[in-house]
């Protein structure tokens, strides 16, 4: 019976593990396919696309194509770019705080990058008209100004006159993070009333089978109409894309494509750790488009209402753009004026502990100034406030452990008798006032802590490239000293385990030996196995989470050890 309850708890708990698992890496939200609306189709030009030779992209540096175009520098604290003058491009944007790798000597993070570069990732706004003799500025359109530099203290003004009475201009201004202002304007001289549409549009090349699956959300987040709405690239990714069509040869008219229409919110397409969003004012209705519109190609465009210019009027929109990290905090303080802004993070099903414990760790390091050190205070906290439920189920199992000699014997008694064995057992459990479901409650409380810091160590960028002492220098990363490193052997990559991961095998281990063990063969070798299974696992996990599980194992042995003492087992 005892075995009974024990196979019950771990089956309830692995399968816990697996449904959250599986639905982390397989949602279930996949989307719908629709037809989408010509008027509302705005494609990049096919000079943006990358050239595809024999199935494979060939791409452009980005130094020679930024050096191709004139440009208008932009900085300040955070970010350092330029925008291109044709098109009025945002296609040039490096995140002044973030390193590609941990490396000294490290390129800074690319953010936003031209089109035909294997990162690229831009924004451009601009107008339609369903009167196709007007001339409106495009994607070649060459914009002029007296500005020098686009600073928090210096927005700038781009203007483009089509030369038949129609003046554009657009106000760019930039706070001192990673938000602009983007205020445009039409002044019409033609003599007549002109109707137009205004439109913005933000691509990003991603490459779905390269990158692979994530853990954390890649792909369009947007606040519509209240709710978070959220899809991958693989959700977007289009198979005809997968394969190379020959001249004339006619490819799939279907397309994966989301539509929706919005009036107070934003919407973005987002990488682990950056984004780029449009933010919408409140009270004005977009249509808003995301599909995938070539190879490794996704894009997302919002279109506005018709816009009615009198003539002799000047009419006014205006806009926000983000464009940088997803800092949590900053993030927080947007979100006091943009609807839900901090959801741009993807906290994951447990949003109510995922984030506070963020802020945890957040305030610990702060107070002790490394972030290893913040997670083990953290370990040691969580230890504390469930010391009560771990005491009550630690000694309900040492005293499991030291009746099992008195079990094994009914065991071989009523071995013919399964029934029989099941009614001694439970009457030894009374006898002895021993509950065997007690061990289970811990391990059900673990499963949220768990997948919550499994979610904060991979998307808070404040852990990512923070070193702790030893080898780690990046604790959102895998332990980096693995067998294949210090043993300078080869060894398959599923096997080739770090320091830290063999560690907290052994005290899995250790924590077993003072489980109770199972009567039952089968259910023993399992157990064997686990703390073998686990440590492959923990092999690819952050370095982080290893060592915060690695030191909650070390302070159960001390708290088991010590009940177990209390209660006379050996």
Known sequence: ?????????????????????????F???QPQQTEPDFEAQITQEEQDAVIIENGEEQFALKDEIVLQDVRIPLKNSDISGSIRLKGARFDDILLSKYKQT????????????????????????????????????????????????????????????NGEG??????????????????????????????????????????????????????????IDGDLKEYNFSDLHEKKFDKQYKVGEQMPED???QKFEDTDGWVSLTDKYWFGAFIFNPGTLYDINVRNVRKNIYQLDFKGKNLTVAAGET?????????????????????????????????????FLTKPFFYILDFLYHLIGNMGWAIIVFAAILRLLMFPIANKSFDSMSKMKKIQ??????????KDNKMALQQATMELYRKEKVNPASGCLPMFIQIPIFFSLYKVLNIAIEIRHAPFIGWIKDLSAPDPLTISTWAHI?????????????????????????????????????????????????????????????????????????????????
Not at 1 to 25: E, H, P, R
Not at 405 to 414: C, D, S
């Open 255 to 257: 397309k994966n494509f």
């Open 405 to 414: 000699p008195k079990v094994m014997a009914l065991q071989q008694i009523y």
């Open 1 to 25: 019976m005892k075995d009974d309850f024990k196979s019950f708890c771990i089956a309830i708990v692995l399968s816990a593990i697996a449904v959250t698992g599986i639905n982390y890496f």
């Open 166 to 223: 129609l003046i554009f201009d657009m106000q760019i201004s930039l706070d001192k993070n990673y938000l602009f202002n983007i205020t445009q304007h039409v002044t019409n001289n033609t003599g007549k009333e002109v109707t137009l549409i205004p439109y913005g549009l933000m691509s990003k090349h991603f490459d779905v089978q390269k990158e692979g699956r994530s853990i954390v959300h890649q792909g369009f987040t947007g606040i």
């Open 27 to 29: 949602p279930i939200n």
């Open 315 to 351: 009419k006014e929109i205006s806009s926000a753009m983000f464009a940088g990290a997803k800092e949590i905090k900053l993030l927080d303080k947007y979100a006091e004026k943009i609807n839900k802004f901090d959801l741009a993070v993807d906290f994951g099903w447990y949003y």
């Open 490 to 570: 080869y060894v398959p990559s599923a096997l080739d385990i770090g320091v830290w991961p063999i560690i907290y095998g052994l005290t899995m281990y250790l924590q077993q030996k003072l489980n109770p063990a199972p009567a039952n063969k089968d259910q023993a070798r399992m157990f064997a196995l686990m703390p073998i299974i686990f440590t492959l696992m923990f092999a690819h996990f952050a370095s982080g989470l290893v060592i915060y599980w690695t030191l909650s194992n070390i302070l159960s042995i001390i708290q088991q050890k010590a009940i177990m003492h209390k209660n006379g087992v050996k």
């Open 102 to 161: 941990i490396a000294q000597d490290s390129p800074l993070v690319e953010l936003f990058a031209p089109a035909k570069t294997e990162s690229a990732f831009y924004a451009e706004y601009g107008w339609l008209s369903a009167d196709n003799s007007l001339k409106l500025p495009n994607s070649n359109t060459l914009w002029q100004t007296n500005s020098t530099e686009l600073t928090p203290d210096s927005p700038v003004v781009l203007t483009w006159d």
